[in-house]
């Protein structure tokens, strides 16, 4: 995975210097970016977005009623997707499945002997943007995954909105609203 450098380096961001807070966004849709996944997450039509928050303030930000949401430019609203979610489309996984082998709450096909399946979970797990929260100057980054399929143009025009950030006192930070910039050659994977 990479490592995230300070939110405010990354030309696709929204700062908030009062609050001390700055939200950035990388896209990973596209080689040379997307090749350290073992998944070919745009083949799947999904957007995997690279998410750093900086917390530069003295007191901790809490993530836990985080949302994050992508508007694309025809104002289509995608939610990020759980890790459930991400594994159950890389995995080819219906939600009916009756297969018997497990790693992790779905079933994986062809039970544990699908050592395919399981890096694919690990990965997914690894990768998802999972903090909670952010302490005084630090920074947290991970991925999130939008679902594009039947999107046409899921990064032109687009925007990922954050919401549900609280302060430590509990009092809910002004949203981020994070322009979409394609940094790779390809606009999209998606179609």
Known sequence: MPRPENASTYPSKDAHPQEKVTAAIDLYNSPPKSDIFITPYAQEDLLPVYLVITNDGDQPIALTNMRAELVTSGRGKLESLTTDDVFRRVGHISASSTSPGRVGPLPLPGGNKN??????????????????????????????????????????????????????????LMYFDIPVIASNAADSGAH
Do not use: M
Not at 136 to 148: N, Q, R, W, Y
């Open 115 to 172: 050592k395919k399946a399981q890096k694919e979970y690990q990965e997914v797990l690894a990768a998802n943007f999972a903090a909670q929260a952010v302490e005084p100057h630090t920074t947290k980054a991970g991925f999130l995954f939008f679902d594009v399929q039947d999107v046409k143009q899921p990064v032109q025009g687009s925007h990922i909105y954050l919401t549900g950030i609280t302060d430590g006192k509990g009092s809910e």
